[in-house]
Nanobody, 123 residues
Framework: QVQLVESGGGLVQFGGSLRLSCSAS????????MGWFRQAPGKEREFVAA????????YYADLVKGRFTISRDNAKNTVYLQMNSLKPEDTAVYYC????????????????WGQGTQVTVSS
């Protein structure tokens, strides 16, 4: 079992930046691949970014590629999402998730989820 807690969300203006953090407790953090997803009102939860256990590989949705950066610090049991050049369409609840295996792009591959943090981008 692992518990995930997101933080760092808030209100930011168009073009601004935020850094989300997700702290993990429980079983060995480095055993999990980690992902960030987001869900806007009335929409399905969608993939944003993911990172492998040892940070060897990262994956991004096309909509955020070049603007967002995922990273992790296994010593701190934390995964980060640096979000730059934010747009109003980035407004959503952002969730971090942990997985043992499977595709990084699909929610069904993830075993544990945080409670989410709200990101709102004003125009």
């Amino acid at each position: 079992q692992v518990q995930l807690v997101e933080s760092g969300g808030g209100l930011v203006q168009f073009g601004g930046s935020l850094r989300l953090s997700c702290s993990a407790s429980g079983r060995t953090f480095s055993s999990y691949g980690m992902g960030w997803f987001r869900q806007a009102p009335g929409k399905e939860r969608e993939f944003v970014a993911a990172i492998t256990r040892n940070s060897g590989s990262t994956y991004y949705a096309d909509l955020v590629k070049g603007r967002f950066t995922i990273s992790r610090d296994n010593a701190k049991n934390t995964v980060y999402l640096q979000m730059n050049s934010l747009k109003p369409e980035d407004t959503a609840v952002y969730y971090c998730a942990a997985q043992y295996s499977g595709s990084y792009y699909y929610t069904r591959s993830y075993n544990y989820w945080g409670q989410g943090t709200q990101v709102t981008v004003s125009s």
